[in-house]
């Protein structure tokens, strides 16, 4: 049992929450899939037309499938926000994020486009992010037969997916590709180095604790390659220097109190203001990694609030 000073709400959930265990990736691939299909059941499209967009895949790697949102009766063309979902770079699918972007699309009026990109460790760095990027690219060449306007897209990523998105803001930025407008960078991945005060310290905490992150970024990296010297600012954005990150769209990340990638996050938005980029950054407190797979929490409704608050005003 968890020792440390969760929010009441969270705490009373915790033993209704899976397992994290991700030394066994079959394992835990099975258990979230299996985990989705029941969060699947309740979700209500009314309002929103869900469809398939395939984009040319990198060169030499399968298409890239996006699965599509759009609210009904709306005119366009819309804004787009590009979801990145999370999973730790080794886990998931578009259905994790299926939810809250049949939300997005219809409290927003916005079309949302989510990426299935490449898993590691089957396929590690840099398949997932030229996936995302390819997406991105194949929605500005059709913006005008898919009815979005590429001056106005917003990347959104959790997790594992925030850090893709914030590699892929300094891609495309790099590249001279779409033009991003803001990065939504929920409880973000950032940083191989695993030498935070929070990643040091939470070896036990619910969901995503240091072990998993180890795993995650072996798989991600290689064995053997995290923290050591040469990994790309795109693999880990948490390495980007000022002068890499000036120029950068402006931000938001949210952090949870008890979550290993607590100080990275925190690291990587205070880095960016000293690049002179415009952030906002929420610690919740007495949350932890995932702790808005309890809804019916108030510090899990706010930050739910909180993202349709800071997309409306970033669209």
């Not at 990736?25 to 309740?42: P, S």
């Not at 759009?70 to 939810?99: K, T």
């Not at 695993?194 to 290689?222: E, K, Q």
Request: glycine share 12%; with cysteine.
């Amino acid at each position: 049992m968890t020792t440390y000073p969760l929010d009441p709400e969270l705490a009373a959930a915790l033993p209704m929450l899976p397992e994290a265990d991700c030394s066994d990736i079959e394992g835990a691939r099975a258990e979230a899939v299996a985990g989705i299909d029941a969060l699947l059941e309740g979700v209500d499209t009314t309002g929103v037309d869900v469809f398939e967009v395939v984009a040319p895949g990198p060169e030499g790697a399968p298409d890239v499938v996006l699965r599509g949102y759009r609210p009904q009766g709306v005119e366009g063309p819309l804004p787009v926000i590009y979801d990145i979902h999370g999973g730790g770079f080794i886990l998931g699918s578009v259905d994790f994020d299926h939810g809250t972007n049949t939300e997005f699309a219809r409290e927003l009026g916005a079309a949302v486009f989510s990426v299935e990109y490449r898993l590691a460790p089957e396929n590690p760095y840099p398949a997932g992010l030229e996936d995302a990027y390819a997406g991105l690219v194949h929605l500005t060449k059709n913006a005008a037969e898919l009815g979005i306007d590429p001056a106005r897209i917003v990347l959104y990523g959790i997790s594992a997916g925030g850090g893709i998105a914030a590699g892929l803001a300094l891609l495309a930025r790099d590249r001279g590709g779409p033009a991003i407008t803001f990065q939504y960078l929920g409880v973000p991945e950032l940083d191989d180095r695993l030498d935070t005060p929070s990643m040091r310290a939470f070896t036990d905490t619910p969901l995503w604790n240091r072990p998993n992150a180890v795993i995650s970024w072996d798989a991600y990296l290689g064995t053997g390659v995290p923290g050591s010297a040469g990994v790309p600012v795109y693999a880990a954005p948490a390495r980007a220097t000022a002068e890499q990150l000036a120029g950068l769209p402006p931000a938001y990340v949210s952090v949870m109190e008890f979550d290993p990638l607590r100080d990275e996050g925190i690291d990587y938005a205070r880095a960016l203001l000293a690049a002179g980029v415009s952030v906002e950054l929420h610690l919740f407190p007495g949350t932890f990694h995932g702790s808005a797979l309890v809804p019916h929490a108030e510090v899990s409704q706010r930050e739910a609030a909180e993202a349709v608050a800071v997309l409306r005003k970033a669209l």
